[in-house]
């Protein structure tokens, strides 16, 4: 999956544009910090914001943790192009929150070897 084919989420605060994604990096990070997937689907009040904080370090690594901490605060829970979506019991579902985990996912993915790698073929010999 190319750079411009994975799922971002952008949006305009303080004066600043701000793009959000994940990337291999950035999983790697993480992983070695103790936040692996199956951690944070475990997490249910705090992965949304540790997520969103992760997201920040692929195109901005300096923002301050309190900078960040206020933005994920501010934002709506559903992007201006979505519609509410609604669970089974007629509660909204948190777009943010299933935004971020379909941007985990898709790298997820790339790094455990489900999506389309490299362009070197190889086989098996003995």
Not at 8 to 30: C, P, Q
Not at 101 to 116: N, P, Q, S
Request: charged letters at 30%; proline letters at 3%; zero cysteines.
């Amino acid at each position: 999956m190319e750079r411009n084919e994975k799922t971002r989420i952008e949006f305009d605060a303080n004066g600043k544009h701000y793009t959000l994604e994940f990337n291999a990096s950035v999983m790697k990070k993480m992983d070695r910090d103790g936040y692996g997937i199956e951690k944070l689907q475990g997490m249910v009040f705090t992965a949304p914001e540790i997520l969103f904080r992760y997201a920040f370090l692929a195109n901005h690594p300096t923002e301050s943790r309190s900078t960040i901490t206020a933005l994920f605060k501010s934002l709506k829970r559903s992007a201006e192009d979505m519609p509410i979506e609604y669970d089974d019991e007629g509660r909204p579902v948190d777009a943010l929150m299933q935004t971020l985990g379909d941007m985990l996912a898709e790298v997820a993915e790339e790094l455990t070897g489900r999506g389309e790698q490299g362009n070197v073929s190889w086989k098996v010999t003995k």
